[in-house]
């Protein structure tokens, strides 16, 4: 794995140890250019590692330093994710910058192969728990979609990096929950995605930032099913993720 030294200026001092691991993609037109931007002062922005298409990785910050990559995030109650996280932008256009027919962009496997030997790498250095390897979206649900319902957690939960739940169906839940409903079953769905890491409070209505959280949920765990609506295999995979995260 070759990393090429790429130095940002936008960095500063860790207010925390490192125990999280928050993978994004660029949204940009080319890597250059997402590159560049991240190495600009004016831009206030930048990740630690990114992760070229044909599996080239630079290193724009140490992973002593705060990185600038999570913006305004939560998780398992913890803000100021930049002073606990190393991030990673992976070159992709996705939602930004999709395909001429309107489909987002694949992530080559090159690309997909040496982030999963990056990200174990990083995991060797730093405890990370599992239940911490969060996507963009996951920490800042209102906000943003990346690294997108296209991206293979699965392939890097097989690798050893993040939670996968491969368990079968129960029959705990028979029910959807929609937006508008109200109730015992709609807190619980709240406090399981808490317990998780979102940051939801458990309201019993199934409120906008319900509905934003059950579709990052599902862009990362159902990206067959991105519909912001908790029908039951939803609601066991919520729990299921829930169970493996030990919380």
Not at 45 to 64: F, K, N, P, T
Not at 131 to 151: C, L, M, Q
Request: net charge negative; aromatic share 6%; with cysteine.
């Amino acid at each position: 794995m070759k990393v090429i030294p790429s130095p940002s200026p936008n960095f500063n001092d860790r207010k925390f140890p490192v125990d999280m691991l928050v993978l994004h993609y660029t949204g940009m037109a080319s890597g250059a250019a997402a590159l560049e931007r991240m190495c600009d002062p004016a831009a206030e922005v930048s990740a630690h590692y990114m992760v070229w298409e044909d599996g080239r990785i630079s290193q724009l910050v140490g992973e002593d330093k705060r990185a600038w990559h999570a913006g305004v995030s939560t998780w398992q109650g913890d803000d100021d994710l930049n002073s606990r996280s190393i991030g990673i932008e992976i070159v992709n256009g996705g939602h930004d910058v999709p395909l001429p027919d309107g489909t987002l962009p694949p992530y080559p496997d090159a690309q997909i192969v040496a982030l999963i030997a990056l990200c174990q790498g990083i995991l060797s250095r730093n405890a990370i728990p599992a239940s911490r390897i969060v996507a963009h979206s996951d920490i800042a649900p209102a906000r943003k979609s990346d690294p997108g319902e296209h991206f293979p957690w699965a392939r890097l939960a097989a690798g050893g990096i993040g939670l996968w739940p491969e368990a079968p169906m129960d029959h705990e839940f028979d029910t959807a929950l929609h937006p508008g409903d109200n109730g015992e079953a709609v807190s619980r769905l709240q406090e399981d995605l808490k317990a998780i890491g979102y940051a939801l409070p458990a309201t019993g209505t199934y409120d906008d930032p319900t509905h934003l959280t059950v579709l990052a949920f599902q862009r990362r765990w159902r990206p067959d099913h991105l519909s912001g609506t908790a029908d039951a295999r939803t609601r066991h995979l919520i729990r299921r993720v829930r169970e493996l995260s030990g919380r």
